[in-house]
């Protein structure tokens, strides 16, 4: 068990440009989430999906935000058209079934956008 | 409106003292969950409580869920600089399949 892998672990980008990010969960869990953290924030929800079907998106994901996970296995998150208020850290955590089930982060992967 | 108030937000003492960190709602959890998130990390789970009125204690860490599920309470005896961090409260309202909501956290500094 790795745990959670996010890549990168830093991106710069300018405004305007698309950006995708990566995350692999540990291999037995089905759950895998997506947050967005700002500095001096809490994690804010953005999606998860159970297996590969996507079963919540926050209405804080605008349609700029699109995630897959194709396979059940690794996902990936794009931002099309940044925005300098896109810039955060975004955290990739995965976790087994269950309501409550403890939640396992990667160490994220920060976005600047300029 | 935060569904997870945690107080205080900034916290700095000096190694050696006890503290209590907050983390309080007006909803109900099916759980609540405590993490430590150092800079540059991403959060670490400390504890799970479910049960009101349930107790946790791990080594100089003492975590108490409400009898209502709607609060919980954080407390460190003895804090050593290690203990530095963002420690942040999650909960689980429960029924569908709904992410963890987080509070906005307690910024705790232990000062040698």
């Known amino acids: 068990d790795t745990g959670v892998s996010q890549d990168p672990r830093h991106k710069i980008t300018k405004r305007g440009q698309n950006v995708t990010f990566r995350c692999d969960p540990i291999?037995?869990?089905?759950?895998l989430y997506w947050y967005r953290q700002t500095l001096g924030q809490g994690p804010e929800f953005l999606t998860y999906f159970q297996n590969e079907a996507q079963l919540e998106k926050s209405r804080l994901l605008s349609d700029r935000f699109s995630a897959e996970r194709p396979k059940g296995s690794f996902s990936t998150l794009e931002i099309q058209r940044t925005e300098q208020g896109d810039s955060a850290m975004y955290l990739c955590a995965s976790s087994l079934v269950g309501s409550g089930s403890p939640l396992h982060f990667g160490n994220g992967t920060r976005l600047t956008v300029t | 409106t935060q569904l997870l108030e945690q107080s205080p937000q900034f916290l700095s003492i000096q190694e050696g003292e006890n503290l209590t960190v907050y983390c309080n709602s007006s909803s109900v959890f099916s759980s609540l969950q405590w993490y430590r998130q150092e800079p540059g990390e991403g959060p670490v789970l400390l504890v799970t409580v479910v049960t009101g009125g349930e107790v946790k204690k791990l080594k100089r860490l003492t975590f108490q869920f409400g009898d209502a599920r709607k609060d919980s309470s954080l407390h460190i005896t003895a804090a050593q600089t290690g203990d530095t961090g963002l420690y942040l409260c999650a909960g689980s309202l429960g029924g569908g399949a709904d992410g963890l909501t987080f509070g906005k956290g307690t910024h705790l500094i232990i000062q040698p």
């Open positions: 291999s037995e869990h089905n759950r």
